[in-house]
């Protein structure tokens, strides 16, 4: 029999930071060893959303930007955060025409996950976004996006040569290539 209870006591806890988007908290404990130390959280004020546009004929469109967190270039889905109360499909509607400029008739949730769960409470949703039309984008001040259509093998390719790195990205990605392979989407 598996015991899933919670195994860390925690003795203490201390607000280091707070802004819009995070906060971070410090907490003494107890670990699961019964050795005390320090763990540190991150919680997340929005939840992270993400759509993967496929059109009839199979072409992706992907977000290009360079990232400030990890001071490179990448190659993603159209993503962002959503805020908690608003439906997540809501939220991807806006990411989507706000990045790409496209607008998706059919929305499906594709896969949830948790980011870096050992030091962040991050939730993320992504949907597949189907049947779609071109509108204007319209992105965010702080985001200098290009905008690229490719066939969506292509995508997939390019997560196995290792140009996309964003979780979200590779998970979407990777899951719509196992869903094109047994025929749950074509």
Do not use: C
Not at 20 to 31: C, G, Q, R
Not at 35 to 51: P, R, S
Not at 64 to 92: C, H, K, L, M, N
């Amino acid at each position: 029999m598996n015991d899933y209870s919670n195994p860390w006591k925690v003795l203490a806890e201390k607000k280091i930071y707070d802004n819009p988007w995070i906060k971070l908290n410090e907490y003494d404990v107890i670990n699961p060893s019964g050795g005390k130390g320090i763990y540190g959280k991150v919680f997340f004020k929005n939840l992270a959303i993400g759509a993967l546009p496929l059109d009839e004929e199979l072409n992706t469109y992907l977000v290009g930007q360079y990232r400030f967190t990890i001071d490179q270039y990448s190659w993603e889905i159209p993503e962002g955060g959503g805020a908690f109360g608003v439906e997540p499909v809501e939220s991807a509607k806006r990411e989507l025409l706000e990045e790409t400029g496209l607008v998706a008739e059919e929305w499906s949730q594709l896969i949830e996950l948790h980011l870096s769960n050992s030091v962040t409470d991050e939730h993320a949703l992504i949907f597949l976004a189907r049947k779609l039309s071109q509108q204007m984008a319209h992105p965010e001040e702080t985001e200098q996006l290009i905008i690229k259509k490719l066939p969506f093998e292509e995508a997939y390719q390019m997560v196995e040569r290792g140009e996309i790195t964003d979780g979200m990205s590779v998970a979407a990605i990777l899951k719509v290539k196992l869903m094109l392979a047994d025929g749950r989407i074509s």
